[in-house]
């Protein structure tokens, strides 16, 4: 079982101030519900690639999401072709340009976008997350406050269709955006919705009932060169507070070197990862690795949420050889072996034996568990990377009776590399041994 946040901390990292990273142990965790605007959820994430239809099509594939709506040429969209794939309150966008020859730039529905920048943008990173898209009451509001606050602003506040709702774009880190979106009161934000001029698409196109069983954005890692000018840039504008950190002498591995820090908005529902790499350590940082391989600071990793993970994983696996994903290597036996006494509480033995089947890791913190697995990076290059997970516990009621599960339930699996990496070294001394016996008996 992994270490639990103590209350007799000697330091904390404050909420709305300065950053100051001070470790799992003295991490003191408090909900100051210090947003400076107000963030109702993740709204999507768009990818930028050189052609959307085929990359949209690896992904409905590979993690069960059927595409619901597009914007392009058949739509009167001259600009850029994007397509949504929606799987219940998760939405991926992929987005690329279309020839500057016929490109009719009031015919674009993403406001925002700039071919150039498209250009520069997947020549430098591959395939990478350009927004990560919250939802929030008033994107015009939203981006005048952040700005003020000292948010580098990207794209100013647009008003879409017939004041169906507003987009903006400020910075975020590397070249990601923070997109704000807001829709105006007087239309329902229905399945159907997501931006005005997007069109669903129909049967033919798309096989709506695709389902693997993921339903939503947990959090959106993000790596960078530095945490702290990042984390202090961040909480400056947003208000978002720390909701959780560790640092490689946490994770408690020679290998690992990174530090790491969570924000969170007020309802801890836009959870914000943030990676620095740190150097000195045996082995390259992973970190360090993602970033020369992406040129700088982007997206690392997306984690989604599963209603049922083992549904999911087998639906997954399945696909893993014929256009899905592949999955990291499963760890050795030895960590199953002790995952009973880790989680045997919480798990049943046949649950187990699924975890260790599919190649599921599990975690907990003091509120509750997380069964997580990693993909291979998605495209060319060691960067970007799914992860698939399942929160268990924390559940709560809010004021209208209905039940939910508190935010971070279970933690990011800070365990993991410990956990990992002990029963790594289990299992080399256990191959050791029974190398030995074998030459003794022959
Ligand atoms: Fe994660």
Redesign the pocket.
């Given at each position: 079982m992994g270490k639990f946040p103590t209350t007799s901390a000697t330091a904390t990292a404050s909420a709305t101030t300065g950053f100051k990273l001070v470790g799992y142990n003295n991490f003191v965790r408090a909900n100051p519900r210090s947003d400076f605007f107000s963030v109702k959820r993740f709204h999507h994430v768009e990818f930028w690639c050189g052609d959307a239809t085929n990359t949209s099509k690896r992904f409905s594939w590979g993690l069960g999401m059927p595409l619901v709506a597009k914007s392009d040429l058949s739509t009167g969209n001259s600009v850029h072709a994007s397509y949504l794939l929606r799987a219940v309150n998760l939405q991926f966008l992929f987005t690329a340009p279309y020839s500057a020859c016929i490109s009719a730039p009031s015919s674009a529905t993403i406001p925002s976008f700039s071919a150039s920048t498209h250009h520069s943008f997947t020549s430098t990173h591959g395939l990478a997350v350009r927004a990560v898209g919250i939802e929030v009451q008033d994107a015009f509001s939203a981006f005048s406050m952040a700005v003020s606050r000292g948010a580098k602003p990207v794209s100013p506040p647009v008003v879409l269709g017939k004041n169906q709702a507003a987009l903006a774009e400020v910075h975020l880190y590397g070249d990601v955006v923070l997109r704000l979106v807001s829709y105006s009161n007087s239309i329902e934000t229905g399945p159907d919705c997501f931006l005005p001029g997007f069109e669903p698409v129909n049967h033919e196109m798309s096989y709506q009932e695709l389902d693997y069983g993921i339903r939503r954005l947990d959090?959106a890692?993000g790596n960078v060169p530095e945490l702290r000018p990042c984390v202090e840039y961040i909480k400056t504008f947003t208000g978002f507070h720390e909701f959780a950190e560790f640092t490689t002498e946490d994770v408690g591995t020679a290998d690992s070197g990174l530090n790491s820090v969570v924000l969170a908005n007020n309802d801890e529902t836009v959870l914000l990862?943030l990676n620095e790499p740190v150097h000195g350590t045996k082995r390259k940082s992973q970190i360090q690795t993602y970033l020369e391989h992406n040129e700088g600071a982007g997206v690392q990793?997306l984690?989604l949420v599963s209603e049922d993970i083992f549904r999911t994983l087998r639906e997954m696996r399945k696909r893993s050889g014929v256009g899905g994903f592949e999955f990291m290597p499963s760890p050795p036996p030895t960590y199953y072996k002790n995952l009973k006494s880790r989680a045997g509480d919480v798990l049943t033995d046949e649950q187990i034996k699924e975890c260790e089947e599919l190649g599921i890791l599990v975690d907990r913190d003091d509120q509750g568990t997380l069964l997580?697995i990693f993909t291979k990076p998605v495209g060319d290059r060691p960067t970007i990377f799914i992860?698939i997970?399942q929160r268990i516990g924390c559940m709560l009621k809010d004021e209208d009776g209905n039940v939910f599960q508190k935010g971070g339930c279970g933690g990011?699996?800070k365990g993991n590399f410990s956990e990992l990496f002990k029963s790594i070294e289990e299992f080399e001394k256990m191959l050791e041994a029974k190398r030995v016996n074998e030459a003794a008996a022959a």
């Open positions: 959090h890692v990862p990793h984690a997580q992860e997970i990011f699996g």
